[in-house]
Structure formats: structure tokens, C-alpha cells
């Protein structure tokens, strides 16, 4: 009678235990890198009423009679299976995808391995620690050609060196580069130059102390002033930016300007402010210069005015110009037309420029003198544009001097010798078309994680962005795996510690000998499934009801035994 209450009892402490493990598992169900467990029954032992017999040729045999004792929690087993990532956008955060554990160490030397890598640099050490402080194990400095390992990943950053602050503009094909005097972060300003014609003569450059700050400066360069060259351009500003600072040097210290290539920059007589600044690179056109006489009777022929040279051709020509009309007469195919002839003579050299108005022209324009013959090496297209009042305005200039004569073979010639000179390429440097924004400056010194970017690769190597050396690698993150991770033992904080059923731990690198790569910014969550979990907690309470029915009844039977007596 007594059997049945003792194999109740041991399965509703059997239930009761899965129910633990159940609990356990629920509870944990956003714990990054948890591994659910299983309970797991077996019977516990029976006593033998009858032996088994063996059969006769008279007789059969007969099965053994046993009664059984109960249940007990034979074990709880680890379900080790891999579960979904969590992104998480913080790139120390690291999961492994596939087979593994990373390896900490606790401060007594002893040695866990978890799944959960929530990562983070100790300020104080340098070392890579887990969210718990314990040190991530693996290789520390260049893991080139270095073995897996289960050394204390100390992040070893080499300095960064003094560097001045230093921009680059690129300007109609010119790099030009502003660089401070001083290493130091104070002088990552940004700097304008902006021409003004206001200044006073005498003023080169002035710096208001209101467009003046810790972050940024504006340079008023006179438009009327005259540098030689970069240089003296950079001293006045130089003085200038002292000055509005009150005497005191300016955290850039002295400002310096170059440019790249440099040949020809600065003509003999140098450059203004507003050709410095200018930022207008069309070629220049040359200009024609009337004789005092021409200019005198309203232009050539008494009504032709230069308008401009060509730019595109750039025009070439230049010297003392003289002007000839020679009128010709209609075909049958051609209208009768003013030939005007323009001829600029420089030394041996000369050039004609021919251009033609006829008789269809009977209102102000202008006229195109194109050079013919062109001179060999010269480019074709080259002219001299004339403004004009018309064909009949040229012929009545004629005849006013010419009354009754046969225009048919009528000429012109210009009054006075002209001057022109040639198309220029511009001199304006477009210095005020960008401004510049001093960066890089520092004082160098020793660099902490923040400053450098710390990723990790998914191959477990950690990398910086070294402002010096670029991308530099300082560690690796080395896994471990087991020949049996079910035999681990849970220690708490999702770690484990290894056992004498799970092996000794084979150390490798992420993604070789079976392991799994490392993928950033994401965590592993826990593998508990809550449907499982909630179908099993309720099978799990029906069995322990099951068990308490089985005492209940006991009871009853034992009341009805006793009342017996009576």
C-alpha cells in the first residue's frame, strides 16, 4: 500500500525539479547567449514478486512480476543549438556565426567561455573586456603569422605624431595648401578671404574682429592693393589677423599659402587684391585704341568703333593698327559691299584682319575683320569686331568729301595710326572662390579607442583607423571549441566552464577548423522557445497532478484500512 504514496512522492519531486528547469528557462528567454535545458526522467528500480521462468515440452514459460518505485530526474541537458541574431548598431557588440565561444578571464586567473560578446574597451587597462569586466582572451598586437592563443587582447594604439593643420583647394588646375604654423587641434579653423574695396588705400588686408572666433576667420584682402606674391600676400594677412586679435598670435600661428605649380603665378608687376580673389578665368580680350583723330570724328571712316578682339581664338595680334575701306561693286552674283581692311603692324611683323559690309546692311550692327591670310602657327578665327552704322552711312561718309565722283572705285583711309594689344590669359587666381578648412592639426600624443574606431573583422581581428598609419590591426579574438559543448557546465553570467565529459578546449580563429565567423554590431539571443517551453510546463503540471492524485487515492484506501476496526 505504502508504494504507491513513495512513487507519487518521487514523481511529483521529479515534475517539481522540470518545473525548475522550465522556470529557468522562461526567465531567461532574453538573456543574450543563454542556452535552454531539458529535464530528463527514468525509473528508478523495482522489486520482483516472481521470477521469469523458462518453458517446458509440457509447459510455457512465465514473465517476471515486478513492481516499479517511482521516477526520478535521471538529468538536465543543454540544449546547445544556435539561436537568431539581434542587430544591435554598436560595433563591439560581436556574435558568432557558427561554432565557438569566446574565451574570458576573471581576475584569479580562471578561465569561462560564453557566447554573449557584448564587448567594450577598459579605459583603465586598455584591455578588451566582456560586459561583466572579465578579459576577452585570444592574441594582442599584429596577429600576422601569430598561432591562436588565450592571452589577454590588450589594445596597444601607437601614438599619434604632431601634425599642423593643413587644407587643399584645387583652383582653375592650381592646388593651393593653407597650413598653420602650429600642431595643435585649436588651429582646425576654417579661413575666408573676401576682397573689399572699401579698405583704404594703404590697408592691404584688414581682419574685423567681428568675423574673428576660436572656429573660424574672415581676411578682407584690399582690392586695390599690389602683392608680389603669395608670401607677401600671407605676411599682411598674417599681420592683420594678429592685429584683430589683439596683439596676440592666433592658435593657428602664422599662416602659410602655397600652390602647386607655382611658375607664373605673379607677372613682374604683381597682382592686385582683386586679381588674387577674382575668380572670373575667361581669357581677357585685348583692347583697340583709337587714334586721337579717328576717335575725334566719331570713329573710323567717321562711324566705324572698336567693340572687342576675339577671346576664343585667343587674338594674338598686337601694335599700331590702320584701317582701309575699298568699295566694291554688285555682281550678279555679290551685293555691292565696303571692304574694310584692318592692318596691325609690330616691328617686321604684319598682320591683315578683312571683314566686309555690304549693301543689305542698312542698320547699326557690327562687323567681324577675320585675319587673312592667317599667319602660319596661328589659329584660325582670329578677329577684330568693329561696331558700324550701315553701308549707307559708310558710302555717304565718301561722298561728302567725294561729291559727283564714281564711288565704283571709291577707298578710305583711317585718319590716324590706332593701337591694339592681345587677347590675355586671365590673371585672377579665384583665391576667394572657396574657403579654406584647416584640418588634421594635432599635438599627437597617445590616442584612446574613441579616437581611432575600433571594428572587429570577421575573422575575430580587431582594427583601428590609426590617423597616422591608416587601418592598423592591434588583436584578434580567438574561439574555442569542444569536442562535446553539452558537456559543459553552466557557471552563471551565460558563461560555462569546461569539464571533463566536454574536452579540453581547441583554441582557433574565427571561421577556420569548424568555427564560425564573427559578425558585428549584433548579439546572439537565447535559444528558448516559449511555445515549447509553455507545452512542456503544461504536460509537466498535469504529471504533477497526476502524482498528487495517486497520493490522494492512497490515502483513502489506507482511511478505509483503518475503519476496518470499528
Not at 62 to 70: L, P
Not at 469 to 496: H, M, W
Request: glycine share 12%.
Amino acid at each position: 500500500m505504502l508504494r504507491s504514496l513513495y512513487s507519487a512522492v518521487s514523481g511529483m519531486k521529479a515534475h517539481q525539479s522540470q518545473l525548475d528547469v522550465i522556470g529557468n528557462n522562461i526567465a531567461n528567454v532574453n538573456t543574450f547567449g543563454f542556452k535552454s535545458s531539458r529535464g530528463r526522467f527514468s525509473d528508478v528500480f523495482y522489486q520482483t514478486l516472481q521470477n521469469a521462468t523458462g518453458g517446458s515440452a509440457t509447459m510455457g514459460g512465465t514473465n517476471a512480476s515486478q513492481i516499479g518505485y517511482g521516477t526520478q530526474l535521471a538529468g538536465i541537458d543543454l540544449d546547445m543549438s544556435r539561436s537568431a541574431f539581434q542587430s544591435t548598431n554598436r560595433g563591439l557588440d560581436v556574435a558568432i556565426a557558427g561554432e565557438g565561444f569566446f574565451q574570458v578571464q576573471d581576475s584569479d586567473g580562471n578561465i569561462f567561455y560564453t557566447r554573449a560578446g557584448a564587448l567594450q574597451i577598459d579605459p583603465n587597462s586598455g584591455n578588451l573586456t566582456d560586459a561583466n569586466g572579465y578579459t576577452v582572451l585570444g592574441v594582442s598586437g599584429d596577429p600576422l603569422g601569430k598561432a591562436p592563443g588565450s592571452n589577454k587582447i590588450h589594445l596597444d594604439i601607437p601614438s599619434q605624431q604632431a601634425a599642423k593643420a593643413v587644407k587643399t583647394e584645387t583652383i582653375n588646375g592650381i592646388r593651393y595648401t593653407l597650413t598653420s604654423e602650429k600642431a595643435t587641434t585649436d588651429a582646425n579653423v576654417s579661413v575666408n578671404f573676401v576682397v573689399d574695396d572699401t579698405l583704404p588705400d594703404g590697408a592691404d588686408a584688414v581682419v574685423k574682429d567681428t568675423e574673428m572666433n576660436t572656429g573660424s576667420l574672415t581676411v578682407r584682402v584690399n582690392a586695390k592693393s599690389v602683392f608680389s606674391s603669395l608670401s607677401d600676400l600671407m605676411d599682411k594677412v598674417n599681420t592683420a589677423i594678429t592685429q584683430a586679435n589683439g596683439g596676440k598670435e592666433y592658435p593657428t600661428g602664422k599662416l602659410s599659402l602655397t600652390a602647386v605649380p607655382d611658375g607664373g603665378l605673379f607677372p613682374a608687376g604683381g597682382l592686385t587684391g582683386a586679381e588674387i580673389l577674382g575668380y572670373n578665368f575667361d581669357v581677357v580680350p585685348g583692347e583697340l585704341t583709337l587714334s586721337a583723330d579717328d576717335a575725334a570724328t566719331n570713329g573710323v571712316f567717321g562711324s566705324m568703333l572698336p567693340k572687342t578682339v576675339s577671346s576664343v581664338p585667343k587674338f594674338t595680334a598686337e601694335g599700331d593698327v590702320t584701317f582701309n575701306a575699298k568699295y566694291i561693286k554688285a555682281t550678279a552674283d555679290t551685293k555691292a559691299a565696303w571692304e574694310i581692311t584692318a592692318t596691325v603692324v609690330k616691328g617686321g611683323d604684319t598682320r591683315t584682319f578683312v571683314g566686309r559690309i555690304d549693301e543689305s546692311s542698312t542698320a547699326a550692327n557690327s562687323v567681324l575683320l577675320k585675319e587673312s591670310p592667317v599667319k602660319p602657327g596661328e589659329e584660325t578665327g582670329q578677329y577684330i569686331e568693329m561696331k558700324h552704322e550701315g553701308f549707307t552711312k559708310l558710302s555717304d561718309e565718301w561722298l561728302k568729301d567725294h561729291a559727283g565722283a564714281d564711288i565704283g572705285t571709291a577707298t578710305m583711309t583711317s585718319k590716324g595710326t590706332s593701337t591694339v594689344t592681345a587677347s590675355q590669359d586671365s590673371k585672377e587666381l579665384g583665391l576667394g572662390q572657396k574657403g579654406f578648412v584647416l584640418e588634421g592639426g594635432t599635438a599627437g600624443g597617445t590616442l584612446s579607442s574613441s579616437q581611432v574606431g575600433v571594428s572587429i573583422l570577421a575573422n575575430g581581428i580587431v582594427e583601428v583607423n590609426h590617423p597616422d598609419k591608416g587601418k592598423i590591426q592591434v588583436g584578434r579574438i580567438d574561439l574555442a571549441t569542444f569536442e562535446n559543448p553539452y558537456g559543459l557546465e553552466e557557471v552563471g553570467n551565460s558563461y560555462f566552464q569546461q569539464t571533463a565529459n566536454s574536452g579540453n578546449a581547441k583554441l582557433c580563429q574565427a571561421g577556420t577548423n569548424g568555427s564560425g565567423a564573427l559578425k558585428s554590431s549584433a548579439l546572439e539571443m537565447s535559444n528558448v522557445d516559449i511555445s515549447s517551453e509553455f507545452s512542456d510546463m503544461i504536460v509537466t503540471q498535469r504529471g504533477f497532478q497526476a502524482n498528487s492524485r495517486i497520493i490522494t487515492v492512497s490515502d483513502t484506501i489506507l482511511e478505509e484500512l483503518v475503519n476496518l476496526k470499528r
